[in-house]
Antibody, heavy 113, light 107 residues
Framework: QVQLQESGPGLVKPSETLSLTCTVSGGSFRSYYWSWIRQPPGKGLEWIGYIYYSGSTNYNPSLKSRVTISVDTSKNQFSLKLSSVTAADTAVYYC???????WGQGTLVTVSS | DIQMTQSPSSLSASVGDSVTITCRASQSIRNYLSWYHHKPGQAPKLLIYGASSLQSGVPSRFSGSGSGTDFTLTISSLQAEDFATYYCQQSDSLPWTFGQGTKVDIK
């Protein structure tokens, strides 16, 4: 049973960098593309980007200038960094392999001073 | 970006009802369409992939159809655990995009 768990600060100040990590357990980390997806309060889902175990990435052009996704295969982890955050980046952030149907429970990140 | 439009945005139904949700893509996405079930505080759950393939472990009352630009999700006999928000997602072209969601609640 593959499980994903997001971790990181729940509160980030405006203009700072949001950092989250997703730990994958119970399955083959090298078999899937791993994505970050977010859902602002009261809104729909937005795909942020994905990474493969090789380090190959693809980002949503709407966020590309501020996003970095990285991978640590030794720990079966991948991470998200979103820079220069504003209140509009307040959302529940999910890590997932959408093709396999594996999702984390999500973590709420609030951007506020 | 490919725009995904779901209809209706919300609907009210009773246990045992048959429910159909539609999803329209702004351009052809072949059959690269998935459906998710989402409850607050929980992870979205993949129901259908490839427009019509049932994800392992998902009850057979869920079915999907369509190709190109028009897709449907049908729940043949709504159960209490099915009251949730449903999303479609295309994975034909980057950036992957989702519909705005259809909330199914109890009549």
């Amino acid at each position: 049973q593959v499980q994903l768990q997001e971790s990181g600060p729940g509160l980030v100040k405006p203009s700072e960098t949001l950092s989250l990590t997703c730990t994958v357990s119970g399955g083959s980390f090298r078999s899937y593309y791993w994505s970050w997806i977010r859902q602002p309060p009261g809104k729909g889902l937005e795909w942020i980007g994905y990474i493969y175990y090789s380090g190959s990435t693809n980002y949503n052009p709407s966020l590309k200038s501020r996003v970095t996704i990285s991978v640590d295969t030794s720990k079966n982890q991948f991470s998200l960094k979103l820079s220069s955050v504003t209140a509009a980046d307040t959302a529940v952030y999910y890590c997932a392999s959408t093709s396999a149907g594996y999702w984390g429970q999500g973590t709420l990140v609030t951007v506020s001073s | 970006d490919i725009q995904m439009t779901q209809s209706p945005s919300s609907l009210s139904a009773s246990v045992g009802d048959s429910v159909t949700i539609t999803c329209r893509a702004s351009q052809s996405i072949r059959n690269y369409l998935s459906w998710y079930h989402h409850k607050p505080g929980q992870a979205p759950k993949l129901l259908i992939y490839g427009a019509s393939s049932l994800q392992s472990g998902v009850p057979s009352r869920f079915s999907g159809s369509g190709s190109g630009t028009d897709f449907t999700l049908t729940i043949s006999s709504l159960q209490a655990e099915d009251f949730a928000t449903y999303y479609c997602q295309q994975s034909d072209s980057l950036p992957w995009t989702f519909g705005q969601g259809t909330k199914v609640d109890i009549k």
